[in-house]
């Protein structure tokens, strides 16, 4: 009964290759996360999306473009692989946003976080 | 940038409370205090939340100083199972970033 998947676990891949990763919950949660994890540890987000709409990008190189063909679906595609996109990626999901979570003073949902794609470029 | 600091690593005795400490001294007035830990090579797990009161939940307590400038996040039993990196966060309003700092790593010994 996993909440938060993903796919692959592992992903080894050649410089200049275009790659994917998934993520799927089914927690019925509105809101996707995509996090990035380096080698030295520092878990950073990267993207966010709302009901398939994209919320937060965080000055992401534009080869890292998620889809999202369903709230319970986003998608992680990197084109031009480079060897600094070797870490392992995370994918978290809530069930809404702080926008929407009645504004300010308002908590934003918990974040639960599936058990991450190791991706290493060589 | 992280609104928190966390001691890099702490240890505690199997079966006895574990303590972590987090100083937060610019969180604003309606920023909320987030705990989650990674055990080795897993994701982030949620452990618990709060405002001003304290919290309390089957995995751990959470104190919040009156002037909410630092917090203490309290594993009552501690296991073998609990050894993870313990991130205290500050939430950011408005966006759902979860800004995550260095943590602090907890060693529980047997």
């Known amino acids: 009964d996993t909440a938060v998947s993903q796919t692959p676990k592992y992903l080894v891949t050649q410089m200049g290759n275009d790659k994917s990763i998934k993520c799927e919950q089914n927690l019925g949660h509105d809101t996707m996360y995509w996090y990035k994890q380096d080698s030295k540890k520092f878990l950073k987000i990267m993207f966010s999306?709302?009901?398939?709409?994209?919320?937060i990008n965080e000055t992401v190189p534009n080869r890292f473009s998620p889809k999202s063909p369903d709230k319970a679906h986003l998608n992680l595609h990197i084109n031009s692989l480079e060897l600094g996109d070797s870490a392992v990626y995370f994918c978290?999901?809530?069930?809404?946003?702080?926008?929407?979570?009645?504004?300010?003073?308002?908590?934003?949902?918990?974040?639960?976080f599936g058990p991450g794609t190791r991706l290493t470029v060589l | 940038d992280a609104k928190t600091t966390q001691p890099p690593s702490m240890d505690c005795a199997e079966g006895r409370a574990a303590n972590l400490p987090c100083n937060h001294s610019t969180i604003s007035g309606n920023e909320y205090v987030y705990w989650y830990r990674q055990i080795h090579s897993q994701g982030p797990q949620y452990i618990i939340h709060g405002l001003k009161n304290n919290e309390t939940n089957e995995m751990a307590s959470l104190i919040i100083t009156e002037d909410r400038k630092s917090s203490t996040l309290i594993l009552p039993h501690a296991t073998l199972r609990d050894t993870a990196v313990y991130y205290c966060?500050?939430?950011?309003?408005?966006?759902?970033?979860?800004?995550f700092g260095t943590g602090t790593r907890l060693q529980v010994f047997p």
């Open positions: 978290a999901s809530s069930h809404k946003t702080g926008r929407l979570a009645g504004g300010p003073g308002g908590a934003t949902d918990t974040q639960y």
């Open positions: 999306y709302n009901n398939k709409e994209l919320i």
């Open positions: 966060i500050v939430r950011v309003l408005i966006t759902d970033k979860l800004i």
